[in-house]
């Protein structure tokens, strides 16, 4: 990739840890319950967006600063999974399976609606 | 609206782990690919990794409660951005496309598991006693 290609993943990756940040803020702010409602709904925003670009047949370096500069940095695997462990450890086991299934179900459901919406442009 | 200043320097901080968390993310993918529906080396590291981190982070904000702009750049800018959720699911994706639904029920049965397990090994390394010296 080229030098230029690596300023992009990086401007692109603090873009989105700011947006993810931001986001997240604002639905804790707002929702006064225990389950990650905003991380969930950044990690499923995010895989919708992948399915499309990957499905749009975006390719090369083009492809690695979009999914994997932007999108990429946009979701998150470890506050979901450190989101899971506190619910657990504060007894909400049911929402521990929920946050667990919603993301798993809801997120494949998303990237296959993105790839065929992405084929269809 | 206004914005207080050290609201601007933890939006600064997230920002500068972001991107170090993309560049270490895409440089270790870049640096092992794997063919398609192969096992993600490079996401399965990161996400390992940085749930590892996170815990560790997280326990000692819990055990030293302070404000500090070290906690906002090392979790929700590095974990936050070293780990990926979409990709994953991207991987999965094509796993399945390609006929491989072995590989991937095993992708995801060992990235959920473990990834669970980093979490906790991260908090419990943490709170290990202090060695005897």
Redesign the interface.
């Known amino acids: 990739m080229s030098a230029a290609g690596w300023v992009a993943v990086g401007l692109l990756g603090g873009t989105a840890a700011t947006a993810r940040f931001l986001i997240d803020a604002t639905f804790a702010s707002r929702i006064d319950h225990p389950f990650p409602l905003g991380v969930l709904a950044i990690n499923l925003a995010g895989t919708l967006v992948l399915g499309l670009v990957a499905g749009a047949a975006l390719s090369g370096e083009a492809l690695v600063i979009v999914a994997g500069g932007a999108i990429g940095s946009f979701t998150t695997f470890s506050t979901w999974m450190l989101d899971s462990h506190r619910l657990a450890d504060a007894g909400h086991s049911h929402l521990v399976w929920l946050n667990l299934g919603l993301s798993l179900v809801v997120g494949f459901a998303a990237i296959v609606l993105g790839h065929w919406l992405g084929t269809a442009l | 609206m206004r914005v207080k200043q050290s609201d601007l320097r933890r939006?600064a901080a997230?920002?500068?782990?972001?991107?170090?968390?993309?560049?270490a993310?895409?440089g270790l993918?870049?640096a092992t690919p794997h063919g398609p529906g192969g096992w993600p080396w490079g996401t399965f590291a990161v996400?390992m990794i940085?749930?590892l981190?996170?815990?560790y982070f997280?326990a000692r904000l819990s055990d030293h409660p302070k404000d500090s702009l070290a906690h906002?750049f090392l979790t929700?800018?590095i974990?936050?951005?070293?780990?990926?959720?979409?990709?994953?699911?991207?991987e999965?994706?094509e796993m399945i496309d390609g006929g491989r639904i072995g590989v991937a029920a095993a992708y995801?049965g060992v990235?959920?598991a473990a990834?669970?397990l980093?979490?906790?090994a991260g908090?419990a390394l943490e709170r290990r006693p202090e060695v005897a010296r």
């Open positions: 939006l997230i920002y500068v782990g972001g991107v170090l968390g993309a560049l993310r895409v993918a870049q996400n940085g749930a981190l996170l815990g997280f906002p929700t800018g974990c936050g951005t070293l780990t990926t959720f979409s990709t994953m699911q991207l999965l994706f995801l990235t959920l990834g669970f980093c979490v906790r908090i």
